[in-house]
T-cell receptor, first 111, second 116 residues
Framework: DSGVTQTPKHLITATGQRVTLRCSPRSGDLSVYWYQQSLDQGLQFLIQYYNGEERAKGNILERFSAQQFPDLHSELNLSSLELGDSALYFC??????????FGNGTRLTVT | AQTVTQSQPEMSVQEAETVTLSCTYDTSESDYYLFWYKQPPSRQMILVIRQEAYKQQNATENRFSVNFQKAAKSFSLKISDSQLGDAAMYFCAYRSAAGNTGKLIFGQGTTLQVKP
């Protein structure tokens, strides 16, 4: 168990809808990272938050947004969903230079 | 921008044998970290091993060891005495030591099959 909790495990929704993925980092970790894993794009970095502030941005679509709350949990919001957004979304956390520890991911299926 | 390349989409090994997974990367930085992560069918991403670029000594974790060739920008993973539980997808990843982000850049992955 990595200590990173992601909910829900699975999500099935229709095109055009909006969903929210939730992540609770390991105790003491200030950084939260979001990754998207799809068959054609591999593991893509989306965004990082550190203690509530955005720290780094990757290939995140404008339809996607994220935030980190004072209790350090993070949410990834995906809107106007398209079939191509179907993927496994990972959250990871770390503190300082420590390696990233990943959650079990949320499997999103857009139909 | 940094890139990570894993040129072997699939590999197989006989149980108890040794296998080496390849990884090359491209960077203009001198200080960075390299990682191998394992993703079994359960889909969880598990850290296997970590290497700091400033260290000449290759990292070792039990049956897992790396061959880090900084000049060649190569970072291969050797699995000794392969076990059925080693069957998974393996990802090589790069992290810059500069700046204030710990984001990882991943290779495309290598699926390892372990034959009994």
């Amino acid at each position: 168990d990595s200590g990173v909790t992601q909910t829900p495990k699975h999500l099935i929704t229709a095109t055009g809808q909006r969903v929210t993925l939730r992540c609770s980092p390991r105790s003491g970790d200030l950084s939260v990272y979001w990754y998207q894993q799809s068959l054609d794009q591999g593991l893509q970095f989306l965004i990082q938050y550190y203690n509530g502030e955005e720290r780094a941005k990757g290939n995140i679509l404008e339809r996607f947004s994220a935030q980190q709350f004072p209790d350090l949990h993070s949410e990834l919001n995906l809107s106007s969903l398209e079939l191509g957004d179907s993927a496994l979304y990972f959250c990871a956390s770390s503190v300082d230079d420590s390696p990233l520890h990943f959650g079990n991911g949320t499997r999103l299926t857009v139909t | 921008a940094q890139t990570v390349t894993q040129s072997q989409p699939e590999m197989s090994v006989q149980e108890a044998e040794t296998v080496t997974l390849s990884c090359t990367y491209d960077t203009s930085e001198s200080d960075y970290y390299l990682f191998w992560y394992k993703q079994p069918p359960s889909r969880q991403m598990i850290l296997v091993i970590r290497q700091e670029a400033y260290k000449q000594q290759n990292a070792t974790e039990n049956r897992f060891s790396v061959n880090f060739q900084k000049a060649a920008k190569s970072f291969s993973l050797k699995i000794s005495d392969s076990q059925l539980g080693d069957a998974a997808m393996y990802f090589c990843a790069y992290r810059s030591a500069a700046g204030n982000t710990g984001k990882l850049i991943f290779g495309q992955g290598t699926t390892l099959q372990v034959k009994p």
